[in-house]
């Protein structure tokens, strides 16, 4: 997924790049005398996201897939795989055209659990254009539809047919077997970049 860009359905995207930062660390302490070292983080490589060309081939790529309401939400948010994963109906408001980030979904020995939001940045609003409205609307009838029932708050928004959360693992394998079907990028895309589309 794009990395703290949103990405609005114009298709516009700007590639993020990751800086070196350094960090002063107390070393050594006596009455009177502090000791400091700077510490330099090793270089991080430019994160490489798609272009315009490429998001729309891949979004056309993946039109008729199951998931393609959650590649499109991702998308046109940035929320990462794990935050696109672990949402749920209830942090979505159709009616404000918004949702909330509250959770991750995550994979600790291929076990899933929700990881709260630890900070303030993976805890907040984002907000929806009226092309993600409608795809999330339509995605919640099929929804109904597949499971036989009322969708609730509680359920995820990106789920299996049967209503059980999908693995982040199989998730990035479906977006990596979309992705090599396209005939103009150079580079695999995820971290799920599903955070160059993010993976986490």
Excluded at 43 to 52: C, F, K, V
Excluded at 89 to 101: H, I, M, T
Excluded at 142 to 150: H, N, S, V
């Amino acid at each position: 997924m794009l990395n703290q860009t949103k990405l609005r359905t114009t298709y516009s995207c700007t590639p993020v790049l990751l800086v070196n930062v350094e960090v002063e660390t107390v070393v050594h302490e006596v009455p009177g005398c502090r000791a400091w070292a700077k510490k330099r983080r090793r270089p991080q490589s430019p994160l490489r996201t798609w272009n315009a060309q490429q998001l729309q081939e891949f979004l056309a790529t993946a039109q008729s897939h199951r998931l393609f309401p959650a590649f499109w939400l991702a998308a046109n948010t940035g929320i990462r795989r794990s935050e696109l994963l672990g949402l749920r109906w209830g942090d979505v408001d159709l009616e404000s055209s918004r949702l909330g980030v509250h959770r991750a979904l995550v994979s600790v020995a291929y076990e899933l659990h929700d990881s709260p939001g630890k900070t303030r940045s993976s805890r907040r609003s984002v907000d929806l254009d009226s092309r993600t409205v409608e795809v999330l609307r339509a995605w919640r009838d099929e929804r109904r539809l597949e499971a036989g029932r009322p969708i609730g708050g509680e359920d995820c928004v990106v789920a299996h047919p049967d209503g059980e959360p999908i693995h982040p693992d199989s998730f990035s394998e479906t977006f990596n077997r979309l992705a090599s079907l396209l005939s103009s990028t150079g580079f695999n895309p995820v971290e799920g970049s599903v955070e160059g589309l993010s993976a986490r």
